[in-house]
Every structure is written in structure tokens, then in C-alpha cells.
């Protein structure tokens, strides 16, 4: 069964730090390109960082670039983002989704997803 576990939110005051988990299984972690979206109330889906563990290949978006950094445990199938200097802003549910390649990825045609269960983030002013 493959699985994409996101967890690591709550609730920090602006400019504290947070670092996010999206734990993977059911599918060979190398091959995909992982990463994270948000959502905040009433607003759309937001693109915020991705990985392709095999070669390091990033992606941030302009919100993210110099704040959040993104990484990869391949021993643990793991990809992490660390979130610095918090603005409230930032406030969203942040969910991880797999695509086959980063091309796909920022076309948001995913393979695996965590929608429904993402962790929820909370930056107080």
C-alpha cells in the first residue's frame, strides 16, 4: 500500500521555525520527485518546495526561497522541510505529493498524495 505521511505542523509565533516529515512507503522512493503544497483557508493550492532524492534536484517557490529548505533521508524514505523565519502567512495544511519526475511535479500531475491528511501549520503574529 503505498503511503505519504505528513506531520510535523502546530503552532509557532512569526519569525520561530518548524520542520515538516512526509514519511513514504509502497513505492520506491528514488524514482519520484516529492514535495510539498498548502492550502489556506479560502485560497487555492500553493506550490511550496520538491525534491528528487536520486540526483537533488530542488524546487522553491518564491515564497519559500531563502526561508524553508528541503531534504531527503533515502534511508527512511523521507523528505523533510525546514521552515525558518515563519510569517503568519505561512499559515496553511501542508500536504506532500509524488510525481514521476519534477516536470510532472510542478504540472501537479501526481502519483501519490497525502491530500486529506496533511499537518497543519499555525504562525501567530
Known amino acids: 500500500e503505498v503511503q505519504l505521511q505528513a506531520s510535523g505542523g502546530g503552532v509557532v509565533q512569526a519569525g520561530g521555525s518548524l520542520r515538516l516529515s512526509c514519511a513514504t512507503s509502497?513505492?520506491?522512493?528514488?524514482?519520484?520527485?516529492i514535495g510539498w503544497f498548502r492550502q489556506a483557508p479560502g485560497k487555492r493550492r500553493e506550490r511550496v518546495s520538491a525534491?528528487?532524492?536520486?540526483?537533488?534536484?530542488?524546487f522553491y517557490s518564491d515564497s519559500a526561497k531563502g526561508r524553508f529548505t528541503i531534504s531527503s533521508d533515502n534511508s527512511k524514505n523521507t523528505v523533510y522541510l525546514q521552515m525558518s523565519s515563519l510569517k503568519p502567512e505561512d499559515t496553511a495544511i501542508y500536504y506532500c505529493?509524488?510525481?514521476?519526475?519534477?516536470?510532472?511535479?510542478?504540472?501537479?500531475?501526481?502519483?501519490?498524495?497525502?491530500w486529506g491528511k496533511g499537518t497543519l501549520v499555525t504562525v501567530s503574529s
Open positions: 509502497g513505492f520506491t522512493f528514488d524514482d519520484y520527485t
Open positions: 525534491i528528487t532524492p536520486k540526483d537533488g534536484e530542488t
Open positions: 505529493a509524488a510525481a514521476v519526475d519534477s516536470i510532472a511535479w510542478l504540472g501537479e500531475a501526481f502519483i501519490h498524495d497525502s
